[in-house]
């Protein structure tokens, strides 16, 4: 090619570039959100069998789980975010060996935060789940799930990066068929793991730990399979391949990718505050809500679905110039995400008893739970809104406004529960709080997204 000759995306993002927005949308998020029913299904069902154990056991899953899902938002939607935007501006831009030097970096980069995460829990996760409340059975149970899930952190983290990178690229299928494949081996190893069979002995919480970590070990083996050089690496959209370390490359995902973990992380602090706000109204109500967040923990994956086609279709715009469709593709997905996301937070609220009935006949804890629905189902649109607007942000490489949103939301919610709980408040003053705080960083996200509208 003409030295002078300017880059072109190849087929692929040719098409992502020149498609009508929501069908383009829909092929990138469709495998992804496939993957994302799978996950919720077996997770709804781990939650079931792990109900079997008893209050305790799910009180400990409680106080472990949001920690988990700050590593998995950090490393998907976070750092992650990062590396999928990067990748999609590059590739948008036709710089098709810039895109596969930033896979080499992602993974010098998740295995650095992977081994931060198991030491860090590994030295602070006994202190940080007695401070939360966990006692006794409880925090023993805790401590059985947290040793499984986050002693393999590294392996959780290349299997995010990894896919983020290809989701990035617009290889959605690949991650896809990996993560199906899975999730059908989980539905039978988790009560497996969990209850024993024969000579396998029952391992309890543990054992839906160890469940977990198995099912990322066999996704990240595929992934390194199928991106080996001389399979079917030439014919993906990326290549595997050792790279000299570039700062600059570092910085390109690092400058969206760890402002994006910060909003996470702020996010995380956000559950984990309230979490032991609750903590200190006993043992039931921890359960409670517990069992009724785990909906919000349900309901960020799917959005995070459709966040990953945003990502790479406003990174791709925008590496391309093409910054009013960027624009147009940000605001018809926050659209979608508000409606679906207040759709199920006003029926939960109006029936709590369809999610409630399915893990517990305890009324004390019924009834924490159905309290959770009834004063924050409302605002669940708002966080939806905000939330894809964030993923929009990152395509835009543009983190300042999801930054406040989140410092604005962890303030008013943690903030307002720790004070109410400390004036000894009713449980749903709390719960206020939290919904308060969700519908503030709907509309900061909203605030910032519109500001950057094209001229």
């Given at each position: 090619?003409?030295?002078?000759?300017?880059?072109?995306?190849?087929?692929?993002?040719a098409a992502i570039l020149s498609g009508p927005i929501l069908p383009t949308l829909a092929k990138l998020t469709a495998p992804v959100l496939l993957v994302i029913t799978a996950q919720l299904f077996v997770s709804i069902l781990e939650a079931y069998w792990v109900s079997r154990l008893g209050t305790q056991a799910v009180a400990g899953v409680a106080l472990v789980l949001p920690l988990f899902v700050l590593m998995g938002t950090m490393s998907n939607g976070g750092i992650g975010g990062g590396v999928a935007a990067a990748v999609a501006r590059a590739k948008g831009a036709g710089d098709h060996a810039r895109a596969d030097a930033l896979l080499w970096h992602a993974i010098v980069i998740a295995i650095g935060f992977g081994l931060l995460f198991t030491i860090a829990a590994e030295l602070a996760g006994p202190m940080l789940y007695a401070a939360l409340g966990g006692r006794g059975e409880t925090l023993q149970a805790a401590l059985d799930f947290s040793a499984w899930v986050f002693g393999g952190a590294t392996i959780v983290w290349l299997v995010n990066l990894i896919g983020a990178a290809l989701r990035g690229a617009g290889e959605v299928k690949l991650p896809a068929k990996i993560n199906l494949a899975g999730a059908a081996v989980l539905v039978p190893l988790s009560p497996l793991l969990i209850f024993g069979f024969g000579p396998l002995p029952a391992m309890g919480v543990a054992g839906a730990g160890l469940a977990t970590l198995i099912f990322y070990a066999g996704a990240l083996v595929a992934f390194l399979l199928w991106l080996r050089p001389g399979t079917h690496s030439h014919r993906g959209p990326l290549k595997l391949a050792r790279h000299p370390l570039d700062p600059a490359l570092f910085a390109a995902i690092m400058r969206v990718g760890l402002v994006s973990a910060v909003g996470t992380l702020l996010a995380s602090l956000t559950i984990v505050a309230i979490t032991g706000s609750v903590g200190q109204y006993g043992t039931a109500p921890l359960a409670g809500y517990g069992l009724a967040s785990r909906v919000d923990s349900l309901l960020v994956p799917l959005l995070f679905g459709l966040g990953t086609g945003v990502v790479t279709m406003v990174g791709a715009a925008s590496g391309a110039g093409q910054h009013a469709r960027a624009w147009r593709t940000a605001w018809l997905a926050a659209g979608l995400a508000f409606?679906?996301?207040?759709?199920?937070?006003?029926?939960?609220?109006?029936a709590p008893g369809l999610w409630m009935d399915w893990f517990t006949a305890d009324p004390a804890v019924h009834a924490a739970g159905s309290l959770w629905f009834h004063r924050v189902g409302p605002s669940y649109g708002f966080f939806g809104l905000g939330l894809m607007l964030y993923f929009a942000s990152q395509g835009?490489?543009?983190?300042?406004?999801p930054l406040l949103a989140g410092i604005v939301r962890l303030a008013v919610t943690a903030g307002g529960a720790a004070w109410l709980a400390s004036q000894a408040a009713a449980l749903d003053q709390l719960y206020l709080a939290a919904a308060a705080g969700s519908v503030m960083f709907g509309l900061i996200n909203m605030a910032a997204v519109w500001r950057a509208r094209p001229t």
């Open positions: 090619m003409n030295a002078s000759a300017k880059p072109t995306p190849d087929a692929r993002f409606a679906g996301s207040m759709v199920i937070g006003l029926v939960l609220m109006a835009f490489g543009r983190m300042r406004g």
